[in-house]
T-cell receptor, first 114, second 114 residues
């Protein structure tokens, strides 16, 4: 069975601080995919990134970066120089090839204080 | 390009009533999904479809029904509403299986059963 744990339920930081959202996963699959989705106050989930299990390179996109470590089964997400617009609920999710389903974590609510 | 459109956005139902949540997508995606989101619980899959005429149960299908007569539409039917069905419902679509492909979500339907 697949499982995703986001231990941080809520995080608040002051604007311009860096913040890291943790994600730990469990799977027996050798090929799998990890995702991050953002849910802003408007409600809809927005795709941020997909990473497959064979690619452990860290990824950076502007102020966002992701650290994938198979040794610790973690896929952490860092926002550098946070902004108020980053306030949202962030979900980590786990899937596998040929599987229509995605296993979501319970989400981390991030609040950026101006 | 509208993406995934859900209606209604809000609804209050009395116990025992029935209703249909509408979902339509204009991206010609084969895969469509219905999730429910409860506070602190992440997203749980209700039903999904891999193409017109094909549907399958997810984790929490009891009390719901779906149909997929066209590629674009994937309505979710609630029969005999119960307070346990109070939740936020999300429809999503993807080009491939959500387990390995980016998904697009609607803005959600907030349903309260009283």
């Amino acid at each position: 069975a697949q499982k995703v744990t986001q231990a941080q339920t809520e995080i608040s930081v002051v604007e311009k601080e860096d913040v890291t959202l943790d994600c730990v996963y469990e799977t027996r699959d050798t090929t799998y995919y990890l995702f991050w989705y953002k849910q802003p106050p408007s409600g809809e989930l927005v795709f941020l990134i997909r990473r497959n299990s064979f690619d452990e390179q860290n990824e950076i996109s502007g102020r966002y970066s992701w650290n994938f470590q198979k040794s610790t089964s973690s896929f952490n997400f860092t926002i550098t120089a946070s902004q108020v617009v980053d306030s949202a609920v962030y979900f980590c999710a786990l899937g596998s090839f040929g599987n229509e389903k995605l296993t979501f974590g319970t989400g981390t609510r991030l609040t950026i204080i101006p | 390009n509208a993406g995934v459109t859900q209606t209604p956005k809000f609804r209050i139902l009395k116990i025992g009533q029935s209703m249909t949540l509408q979902c339509t997508q204009d991206m010609n995606h084969n895969y469509m999904y219905w999730y429910r989101q409860d506070p602190g619980m992440g997203l749980k899959l209700i039903y999904y479809s891999v193409g017109a005429g094909i549907t399958d149960k997810g984790e929490v299908p009891n009390g719901y029904n779906v149909s997929r007569s066209t590629t674009e539409d994937f309505p979710l039917r609630l029969e005999l509403a119960a307070p346990s069905q109070t939740s936020v419902y999300f429809c999503a679509s993807s080009y491939g299986g959500m387990g390995n492909t980016e998904a697009f979500f609607g803005q959600g339907t907030r349903l309260t059963v009283v």
